[in-house]
């Protein structure tokens, strides 16, 4: 193995570690959640063993696991990037293959499941299974919130692994006029709900050229750390849908935004990541299994959610051969020229030759 390579996943194994010693530090006034979150953190470094043992046999098991749990919303969001891409024809995975393939993961020293959609919480109930079964396993879960009532609150709570991340587009104005009117209101509802039961929750805000100085303000995070929320995630927009290239952040914004989430972190008594972030310093793209990997709602296993290619299905194949992907292999090969993302995300930035590699490997099993 190359020693670069070795020396970013060490690099991104110490930022996730280092970002769980910082929530648990935040959360230290609750004992349930303290209890929780050290057990997460003492898995997490013995989760990285089981990768490097992994590594050494060949198989490249990544630190994180995006699940997209289904295409269905029950909101329809203006550019939204599952709508965009109309994912139709197979059916979501069964409760039993989701189980199995949280099991696999796990095993494998996979750290972070993050569950994602659609809207993940139409599968509450198995969403909520899953956390119990793994304890151990810091599950993220990406929601529009409007499913959470009094009653799954409650549930949630109880599921201490288990992170709730609300969708927000900043105030109100920014979030009700792509989310719909009055969302924005029945977020913070969600959002009291869970702080009353001392929930360790966050939102989400997609970043844009024309929202930046809005979701970057100190007062829209203050106003945001008042409702509870604990973590911030800044994911900037990547044009999925056609003719928003005008809301790509500009390379000066881009280099803002590392700035700002970098000076709130040594503020504020909260997290805040920036995605994809600032992957130059891991050598360039972290999909495709350098970082994580993204797994559609039939069980297609893809390098990242913007990239919706695979050769792998793990409805059929088992995670530790599915791993081997060739896709994922040529895509990580050539992962130096997946540094400068102009649109949010390197491999959507490159997807026409992603799609080549695809029509390549399907020449390459031909009979």
């Not at 750290?111 to 079964?133: C, K, M, N, Q, Y």
């Not at 604990?230 to 994911?235: L, Y």
């Amino acid at each position: 193995m190359i020693k670069e390579d070795r020396d970013y996943r060490d690099l991104f194994d110490g930022v996730i570690a280092s970002t769980l010693r910082r929530a648990l530090g935040i959360a230290a006034a609750d004992p349930a959640l303290t209890v929780a979150g050290a057990k997460i953190l003492y898995r997490q470094q013995r989760a990285a063993a089981i990768r490097r043992e992994y590594e050494r046999q060949g198989i490249l098991v990544p630190p994180v696991m995006m699940i997209s749990l289904t295409s269905r919303c029950n909101l329809a969001c203006k550019g939204c990037y599952m709508r965009a891409q109309r994912r139709e024809g197979a059916p979501d995975m069964s409760t039993e293959q989701l189980r199995s393939l949280v099991a696999q993961a796990s095993e494998m020293g996979v750290s972070v499941i993050v569950f994602a959609g659609g809207e993940p919480l139409l599968r509450a109930e198995e969403i909520l299974d899953l956390a119990g079964e793994s304890p151990r396993v810091l599950f993220v879960v990406f929601t529009n919130g409007l499913l959470i009532d009094d009653r799954l609150a409650d549930r949630l709570a109880a599921r201490r692994n288990l992170v709730p991340v609300i969708s927000l587009e900043g105030f109100r104005a920014d979030t009700d006029g792509r989310r719909g009117e009055g969302i924005y209101d029945r977020l913070l509802s969600a959002a009291s709900m869970l702080k009353d039961r001392k929930v360790f929750f966050g939102c989400s805000i997609t970043v844009t050229q024309k929202n930046i100085d809005r979701v970057t303000d100190a007062g829209f995070v203050r106003q945001t750390m008042e409702t509870g929320a604990r973590a911030f995630v800044f994911v900037e927009y990547v044009p999925i849908e056609p003719d928003t290239e005008d809301l790509v952040l500009r390379d000066d914004q881009r280099v803002a935004l590392n700035e700002r989430l970098a000076a709130f972190d040594r503020e504020y008594p909260a997290l805040f990541i920036g995605f994809p972030g600032d992957e130059g310093m891991y050598g360039g793209c972290l999909a495709s299994g350098r970082g994580f990997v993204h797994v559609n709602p039939a069980g297609g296993l893809e390098p990242c959610p913007a990239a919706p290619f695979s050769d792998a299905d793990l409805t059929k194949t088992a995670l530790k051969d599915a791993l081997r992907s060739g896709l994922l292999k040529e895509i990580r090969e050539h992962h130096d020229r997946l540094t400068e993302a102009h649109g949010g995300c390197a491999l959507w930035t490159n997807r026409e030759w992603v799609r080549g590699l695809m029509t390549e490997g399907a020449r390459e099993r031909a009979p």
